[in-house]
């Protein structure tokens, strides 16, 4: 009696493979992150909306290339800090408070994000449709040659792969938003990553998914900046 194996375990052998020592873990991630969060929202707590100068500041010397490491990643923070309070003002200012309505008032989910080059994404479809039928997380730093052998192990398995590029991720939390971007392009994505997390908790949502994203780069903080 003979033994065939299905196309799924196919798939999931040659997922095994091709990813090993690749895998990004969201729960190492949550783990590191998480107390770093509660740490450095005590260190920010004097921090504003209004601290505008101190955003402006540091992306245009990221631009300029003008930080050292250290102070890159002591400015940052604040930044984080000082944009999410923004994103919650202007949710605010425009009746978005939490995804339960509630008549508390209580802002949830909590706006928390960092600057950092999200992980890789390895989109896996049939080769005879269109439809994306798995994902997978990858490390950061791949290279080009591994992106490569990556999508050719899985291939093997007779589906067609791709590992692209995210601007921002928010499946995890503290979400990932992209720091080589621009201001307002920082500003997009932050929100739309909070909208992520704020439509799992609605059953209808994609109203205000699709329009949130306009409202921050146009809400008076960095205005014809």
């Not at 707590?45 to 101190?54: C, E, G, H, V």
Request: negative net charge; contains cysteine; proline residues 5%.
């Amino acid at each position: 009696m003979s033994c065939t194996t299905s196309p799924q375990n196919s798939l999931n052998q040659a997922l095994n493979t091709a990813t090993k020592g690749y895998r990004f873990s969201i729960f190492n991630w949550e783990v590191r992150s998480i107390f770093g969060e509660i740490r450095q929202t005590w260190d920010d707590r004097n921090l504003s909306a209004n601290d505008t100068k101190t955003v402006v500041d540091y992306f245009n010397d990221m631009q300029q290339n003008t930080l050292s490491p250290s102070e890159t990643a002591a400015m940052q923070k604040k930044v984080e800090t000082i944009i999410g309070l923004q994103i919650r003002t202007v949710l605010r200012q425009n009746g978005i408070i939490n995804p339960f309505d509630s008549i508390f008032g209580v802002s949830f989910p909590p706006i928390a994000f960092e600057l950092a080059e999200p992980p890789h994404l390895l989109v896996i479809s049939p080769r005879n449709q269109i439809d994306r039928i798995r994902d997978v997380l990858l490390l950061q730093n791949l290279t080009t040659d591994q992106m490569t052998q990556i999508e050719n192990q899985v291939e093997t398995a007779g589906y067609s792969a791709l590992v692209v590029e995210l601007g921002g991720l928010g499946v995890t939390y503290p979400t990932f938003v992209n720091s080589d971007e621009s201001l307002h392009s920082v500003l997009d994505a932050a929100t739309e990553e909070w909208v992520h997390q704020y439509l799992a908790f609605k059953t209808v949502g994609i109203p205000i998914r699709a329009g949130l994203a306009g409202y921050l780069p146009q809400s008076g903080y960095y205005n014809n900046k």
